[in-house]
T-cell receptor, first 113, second 117 residues
Framework: SQTIHQWPATLVQPVGSPLSLECTVE??????LYWYRQAAGRGLQLLFY??????ISSEVPQNLSASRPQDRQFILSSKKLLLSDSGFYLC????????????FGNGTRLTVT | AQTVTQSQPEMSVQEAETVTLSCTYD???????LFWYKQPPSRQMILVIR??????QNATENRFSVNFQKAAKSFSLKISDSQLGDTAMYFC??????????????FGQGTELSVKP
């Protein structure tokens, strides 16, 4: 069966420090991968999605970037964190070439101090 | 632009009663899917129900059912026999195809549902 792993679960970082959140999927190949951010317990905002290795689409211009170095690995990064980057970050996947539901990781709670 | 609107930020219902959560969306696409996700206090995103836009029959999943009105772009969720475990944030979302390679899921702002004993 397929599983998605996201880490760390919580992170407290000072303003101006770098960020790296990692997400991996097991049990499938060529998945679509997604990064979402949820602020203040409200709606999920799509940040990045990827349909293949090295293929990244950005939805919202901001301080963050994403990379997909391997088929089932998706990384969210920042060179210098801002206070406004605080939030709950969720990684998700679904099978490629499909309109099937997204399967979500457990999320990372990021607090920028 | 693709948008999803949930006009009820908070709702409450008595245990064992029925509640309906509203959702409207806006898209010019003809091929899309609709979903309701549940996010309990653990913050895990859980799929509740899905509806393919090309299907006229409303989807049903145990105590959960939808009222899909394609012309009105409306997609409400009905929860029957509400249980305490249904207390959660509920998100309406729709998915469109990205250049025939996969789906892009767009969420509403959520409705926080409290089931009271």
């Amino acid at each position: 069966s397929q599983t998605i792993h996201q880490w760390p679960a919580t992170l407290v970082q000072p303003v101006g420090s770098p960020l790296s959140l990692e997400c991996t999927v097991e049990g499938t190949s060529n998945p679509n991968l997604y990064w979402y951010r949820q602020a203040a317990g409200r709606g999920l905002q799509l940040l990045f999605y990827s349909v293949g290795i090295g293929q990244i689409s950005s939805e919202v211009p901001q301080n963050l970037s994403a990379s997909r170095p391997q088929d089932r690995q998706f990384i969210l990064s920042s060179k210098k964190l801002l206070l406004s980057d605080s939030g709950f970050y969720l990684c998700a996947w679904n099978p490629g070439h499909s309109l099937s539901p997204l399967h979500f990781g457990n999320g990372t709670r990021l607090t920028v101090t | 632009a693709q948008t999803v609107t949930q006009s009820q930020p908070e709702m409450s219902v008595q245990e064992a009663e029925t509640v309906t959560l509203s959702c409207t969306y806006d898209t010019s696409e003809n091929n899309y899917y609709l979903f309701w996700y549940k996010q309990p206090p653990s913050r895990q995103m859980i799929l509740v129900i899905r509806q393919e836009a090309y299907k006229q029959q409303n989807a049903t999943e145990n105590r959960f059912s939808v009222n899909f009105q394609k012309a009105a772009k409306s997609f409400s969720l009905k929860i029957s026999d509400s249980q305490l475990g249904d207390t959660a944030m509920y998100f309406c979302a729709f998915m469109i195809m990205i250049y025939n390679q996969g789906g892009k899921l767009i969420f509403g702002q959520g409705t926080e549902l409290s089931v009271k004993p």
